[in-house]
């Protein structure tokens, strides 16, 4: 498995790699709130930020979970953003009506978006493949679910998988898992699967490593707020960046706490690409727009009116912009030598002005 991509992954009109912009998802999630309308709305506001994709999670209260208020079923950890909720409750709340996918995904259509869902069971898989997705997304949760990553690798679509818990043993028995079903396009996303997630252990070092190990494209599913641990994802590589995505915070939701707005997503976009455009390659040296700039570095000049036969001192010859002089390297070397010509203030510095012959040289 060990290498590097050598070649790119193509999903709908878009590639994704190394010598492509990053891949942004906007992730919608259960920020429609239970309004279709509102659905509508996230996917022009993504549209209109620059994503690439929108992303969906296809499931029902039933097909994720029991209808139990106790036990293992109720989320009681105080610092959840979802305390005090059954796991059915939040689904529930959470959950994109099946009906409501074609109309989003025929507006991602009509507005340039490409589209995605995460299915969390085969009658999910099945139900996308009817929508022609053109890419499918398993959850960090869903990393270890081995028939259900088959099933969707079967389909012979491109696969990102979100890597969030996973052990290095485990992504080894999902990886081969996917890759011997029959999925040859595969992308794995650095996750951290707290909600919010700490910039302090989002561990962005392991994605060049996921690389090389896999031998596969990586990207970052953030958690964390904000656009900085993407970017700083991208810096190490990251061809594919998911963040949820909400038209406002304020209006709440399942994930809205730790989801981008409008004007940060669009921010996350431009950047994104910046970042991504900075990479280039290792170099030294000149580049094309630093040519201009040679002329302003220091060189040895003259700087007061020299005769013939004067001695150069730290006082005539001097380390100054422009930089049509010697370079300030042969300074000392000049420094007492003579002057076989006379020479005005401001004349750049050139060993035909010296006097060797009388130097000694």
């Known amino acids: 498995m060990a290498g590097i991509p050598t070649k790119p992954i193509e999903i709908g009109n878009r590639e994704i790699g190394a010598a492509f912009p990053p891949f942004v998802i906007a992730e919608m999630s259960g920020n429609h709130n239970q309004s279709l309308e509102q659905a509508i709305k996230i996917v022009d506001a993504a549209s209109d930020a620059g994503a690439d994709a929108l992303k969906l999670q296809t499931y029902t209260p039933?097909?994720?979970t029991l209808d139990l208020d106790e036990g293992d079923f109720f989320i009681a950890n105080p610092k959840s953003l979802w305390k005090g909720k059954s796991l059915y409750q939040l689904?529930?709340?959470?959950h994109t009506p099946w009906e409501w996918h074609k109309p989003i995904f025929d507006r991602c259509r009509e507005r340039g978006l490409l589209y995605v869902s995460t299915p969390f069971d085969a009658s999910a898989v099945d139900f996308?493949?009817?929508l022609e997705v053109p890419f499918f997304k398993i959850a960090s949760f869903e990393n270890t679910d081995l028939p259900l990553i088959r099933r969707v690798a079967a389909t012979g679509?491109?696969?990102?998988?979100?890597c969030?818990?996973?052990?290095?043993?485990e992504l080894e028995e999902t990886v081969g898992a996917a890759r011997t079903a029959g999925c040859d396009d595969l992308i794995l996303l650095k996750c951290t699967s707290s909600y919010p997630a700490s910039?302090?252990?989002?561990n962005l070092r392991t994605i060049p490593h996921l690389?090389?190990?896999?031998?596969?494209e990586v990207g970052l599913s953030d958690h964390t707020l904000g656009i900085g641990v993407s970017l700083a994802a991208i810096a190490l590589g990251a061809a594919v960046i998911e963040k949820h995505f909400t038209l406002d915070r304020s209006q709440g939701g399942v994930d809205s706490a730790f989801s981008l707005d409008p004007h940060?997503?669009?921010?996350?976009v431009q950047e994104a690409k910046r970042v991504w455009q900075s990479l280039g390659e290792v170099h030294y040296g000149l580049t094309t727009e630093e040519t201009a700039s040679r002329a302003f570095r220091r060189t040895i000049y003259v700087t007061e009116n020299v005769k013939t036969g004067d001695s150069f001192t730290a006082k005539n010859l001097r380390c100054i912009r422009p930089g049509s002089g010697l370079p300030p390297k042969h300074y000392e070397s000049l420094l007492g030598k003579k002057a076989n010509c006379d020479l005005r203030r401001g004349t750049p510095m050139r060993l035909e002005f010296v006097d060797f012959r009388e130097s000694g040289i």
């Open 128 to 130: 996308l493949c009817e």
């Open 264 to 268: 940060e997503l669009k921010a996350l």
């Open 199 to 202: 910039p302090e252990y989002s």
């Open 157 to 162: 679509k491109p696969l990102v998988i979100s």
């Open 91 to 94: 689904y529930r709340e959470a």
């Open 164 to 169: 969030g818990m996973a052990t290095l043993a």
């Open 62 to 64: 039933d097909t994720m």
């Open 211 to 216: 690389r090389e190990l896999f031998h596969t």
